[in-house]
């Protein structure tokens, strides 16, 4: 496996990404890269900066070993 789906939701912001779609993101994307893909996904002219959480553990390395 190369890639995992992931999907991504907020309760803190006012942005809406389309509900329950899945992205095939690769094992080696870092949290920047799910940054700049979520800001795509919104179409921001500002990019901002987000952090990612699964559960309470904020997501600080490759997804790759972040799952492990």
Same mark, same amino acid.
């Given at each position: *496996?190369? =890639? *995992? %789906? *992931? ?6 912001? +006012?942005?809406? *990404? %389309? /509900?329950? #779609? =899945?992205?095939?993101? %690769?094992?080696?994307? @870092? %949290? ?11 179409? @921001?002219?500002? +990019? !901002? #900066? ?5 559960? /309470? /553990?904020? !997501? ?9």
């Amino acid at each position: *496996v190369h =890639s *995992v %789906p *992931v999907t991504f939701f907020t309760t803190t912001l +006012p942005y809406h *990404v %389309p /509900d329950e #779609q =899945s992205f095939a993101v %690769p094992l080696t994307t @870092l %949290p920047e890269g799910l940054n700049a893909l979520v800001n795509e996904l919104l179409g @921001l002219e500002k +990019p !901002i #900066q987000l952090d990612f959480l699964v559960g /309470d /553990d904020y !997501i600080t390395t490759t997804l790759e070993r972040f799952m492990r």
